[in-house]
Each structure stands twice: as C-alpha cells, then as structure tokens.
C-alpha cells in the first residue's frame, strides 16, 4: 500500500494527471488566439464605428465649433420632420419595390434556363454576369450617353422605330425609374449565381416524383421548386436589400438627387447632411437607422434560411 501510495504521489503521476488538464485548455485557447485577429479587425472597422456612430447622434456640433453637445433624440425628431429625409425613404421604398423583385424573377429564369452546363450556356452565363463585374460608376458614367435626350443611343434607336425618347435623366415622373432600369440591368446577372447554386442542391428524386406524378413544368416550378429554393432567395433577398440601401454611385454620376429630390436615397440624404450641410448628428441618426433596418432584415433572413434547412432535411 506504501509503494502504490508513493508512486501516485510521484511527479511523473502528478504530471499524468496535469497534462488532460492542459491539453483541454489548450484546445479551448487555440480557437480563440486564432479568432483573435478577426476579432480584433471587427471591433476596430465594424463595431467601434457603430458605437461611435451611436454617440453622434445623440449629440450635435454647431457649425464652426468643435465642443458636441448633447442633444438626445434632437437629431431624430430634426430627421422625421425634415421633407427631405420622407422624401428620401419614400423614394428608397419605390427604390426597393422596382428593383428587387424585377431582378430576383430575372435571376430565377436566367438560372432555370441555363442551369445545364453547355459550352454555350457557359456563353451567355458569362454575358449576363458582365454587368455585375462593371464598376456602379463606370456603369453609371456609360448609361449618361445613353440616356442623353435627343442624341443618346436609346433615343437614337426609339427615333428609328418612329418613337420620341423622354427626358429620362431630367423628368421628376421618369428619372427614378431610370435608374431602377440601370440597377436591374447591374444586379441580375449576379444574384443568377446564388439561384445557379440552389438549383445544384435541389433533390433530383423529389424531381422525378413530381414529374411522374403528372405535375407539367409550371407546376414542377411552382410547388417543388420555389419551395425548395426559399433558403437561397431569403438570401438573395438579403443582398439585393442591402445593395438597394448601399448603392449610390450612380445617384452621384447622373442625378445627385435630382431633379426636385426624386431621386434622392437614403444614403445619398446621409451624404449630403454630412458633407455638404455639415449636419454629422442628423447624418448619425440616418445612419443608425439604416444600419438597425439592415440588422433587422437579416436576422430575419437568417431565422427563414434556418427554417428553410430544417425543412429541407
């Protein structure tokens, strides 16, 4: 009993003992010395901005001044009665209305119809994703002579067919959907890619069931595959919204918000308080409101994403 004593006690026993000990707390220290940086890049580029975003706008600093003064929700109850803050979410939410739904739907067929991987379908998935790769100001910069009344390409061709263009740029009722159209044009092709994607993780045997069932190709569509699909477009939907609050280059190269505020977005309302009337705290407060939509959105998404898996298993 001495001896089997004396050897538990031992250092070599002890050490036995210790090192399960080390080797869990290694493993549970590694993962996050190797998060380490990420973290570190998030508090600094993501989440410290937000926060200080946050302070700003409850606080204000008179023009010419440096010392902020605290102001509360002065900046929200200055934003809501501004014209041109409604004016700007309205023309977001029509914004929105004209461009997600068109460019989701364009996705969706081009994705059905070139889902077969052919060298000629390779062709035209490449054609179609060119837009995407474009820069917004370059797409926009293009476009500009496009929509140029009387001597741009698209009233060159309306001349032809016997038609007179409209002033697209400069036509309060016309020049927010022209830009709708450009933003169509940009985005349809890229979100093509996520629905190219869900198409190859569709089962093939629910597939066959409902082709041998009778179901014809509206049906098959309709019932099996954008069911199947609601994952990739609670995603998709995701990015277009967030493209649709982020996007503003091509309100800067043609319109600048203009004519008489149509075309004025949310972002473009934050630049201009920003940059040109120096109001930072109103700017802050259209910011944050922003961000907590955008947040908002995607926990949502991600809950029907979830939802979306869970059936699909």
């Keep these: 009993m001495t001896t089997i004593a004396a050897h ?14 080390r080797t869990r707390l290694a493993r549970r220290t590694w993962p996050f010395l190797l998060l380490a940086p990420s973290l570190l890049m998030l508090a600094a580029f993501t989440y410290w901005p937000i926060v ?8 204000d600093k ?26 700007s979410v309205v ?48 797409a926009a910069s293009l476009f500009f002579f496009i929509f140029l009344p009387g001597v741009g390409l698209l009233d060159h061709y309306l001349a032809k067919l016997g038609l007179r263009g409209a002033n ?4 309060p009722d016309i020049a927010l959907w022209s830009l709708i159209g450009i933003t169509i044009w940009k985005n349809a092709g890229y979100y093509m890619l996520f629905y190219l994607a869900g198409l190859q993780t569709l089962p093939g045997d629910v597939l066959e069931a409902a082709t041998i069932d009778g179901a014809n190709g509206w049906q098959r569509l309709r019932h099996v595959i954008v069911p ?9 939907l995701v990015i277009a919204l967030i493209n649709v609050l982020t996007q503003v280059d091509h309100v800067i190269v043609l319109t600048k918000g203009g004519p008489s505020n149509s075309t004025k977005l949310v972002l473009y309302y ?32 991600l809950k029907t994403m979830e939802r979306g898996a869970h059936a699909a298993s």
């Design 270 to 301: 934050i630049f201009e308080q920003a940059h040109e009337n120096f109001a930072a705290g109103k700017a802050a407060a259209a910011s944050l409101l922003s961000v907590s939509f955008l947040l908002a959105l995607s926990v949502v998404s």
């Design 228 to 236: 199947l699909l609601a994952p990739t477009t609670a995603f998709v």
């Design 62 to 87: 008179p023009h010419g001044t440096r010392e902020s003064l605290f102001v509360g929700l002065g900046n929200y109850s200055a934003l809501f009665a501004d014209k041109a803050f409604t004016q």
């Design 91 to 138: 023309n977001n939410l029509v914004y929105a209305a004209g461009t997600v739904p068109a460019s989701m739907a364009l996705a969706l067929l081009f994705a059905l119809a070139l889902q077969r991987s052919t060298r000629f379908n390779a062709v035209v998935r490449a054609l179609l994703l060119f837009p995407s790769m474009v820069p917004l100001v370059a």
């Design 168 to 171: 697209w740029l400069g036509d």
């Design 8 to 21: 538990a006690s031992s250092p070599a026993a002890l050490g036995q003992r210790r090192r399960p000990l």
């Design 52 to 59: 200080r975003v946050a302070w700003e706008s409850l606080h």
